[in-house]
């Protein structure tokens, strides 16, 4: 049971290119969440989904955009990478139940944009 | 104002002691507490999970939680050098307000041996 997948791991960009942050789960939750974490600011999020088809804003969203096709799987893009965009991102997901705040994450990835 | 507070730390202790970790908010309408543990360069994992006021306790570790003072608590027994991580506190005043899942910035905490 791999619980989230997120790939890559690792990446650098240079300003200006485009990548797409992909995040996979096996648990069949129908919740998912892109967060990125900078050093003294903690978690923000930046785009959730409550479920396939669906997406919405979250606090730091402007740059990013995400797709949800399929419930296991949610895609961050970056249209045009800028220096400030560089952080760790995660991917979470939390299950349709009473434990929806419950969030599973991912092991992160970690974005260089020079 | 941030929603939640959290000593970023870094707090050094022995082997053996224990230690306490807090946060403090705001809003006085948040009923779900949770802590996470990070670990350097993974993921944060859920440690502990609360409802409303009181102590939660799971072997080592006690949740306290005391919505007078709007001030939570983690407690732990016995550190072992495998605690050492980052501590992350949240909380959230309802499990489907998908974007208002609140964080502090986390405690990292180094165990001795």
């Known amino acids: 049971n791999a619980g989230v997948t997120q790939t890559p791991k690792f990446r650098v960009l240079k300003t200006g290119q485009s990548m797409t942050l992909l995040c996979a789960q096996d648990?069949?939750?129908?919740?998912m969440y892109w967060y990125r974490q900078d050093p003294g600011m903690g978690l923000r999020l930046i785009h959730y989904?409550?479920?396939?088809?669906?997406?919405a804003k979250g606090e730091v969203p402007d740059g990013y955009n995400v797709s949800r096709l399929k419930k296991q799987n949610f895609l961050l893009g970056l249209e045009s990478a800028a220096p400030s965009q560089t952080s760790v991102y995660f991917c979470a997901s939390s299950p349709r139940t009473a434990w929806a705040n419950v969030l599973t994450f991912g092991a992160g990835s970690r974005l260089t944009v020079l | 104002q941030k929603e939640v507070e959290q000593d970023p730390g870094p707090l050094s202790v022995p082997e053996g002691a224990i230690v306490s970790l807090n946060c403090t908010y705001s809003n006085s309408a948040f009923q779900y507490f949770m802590w996470y543990r990070q670990y350097s360069r993974k993921g944060p994992e859920l440690l502990m999970y609360t409802y409303s006021s009181g102590n939660k306790e799971d072997g080592r570790f006690t949740a306290q939680v005391d919505k007078s003072s709007k001030y939570i608590s983690l407690f732990i027994r016995d550190s072992q050098p495998s605690d050492s991580a980052t501590y992350l506190c949240a909380m959230s005043a309802s499990p489907y307000n998908f974007n208002k899942f609140y964080f502090g910035s986390g405690t990292k905490l180094n165990v001795k041996p």
């Open positions: 648990m069949n939750h129908e919740y």
């Open positions: 989904s409550v479920g396939e088809g669906t997406t």
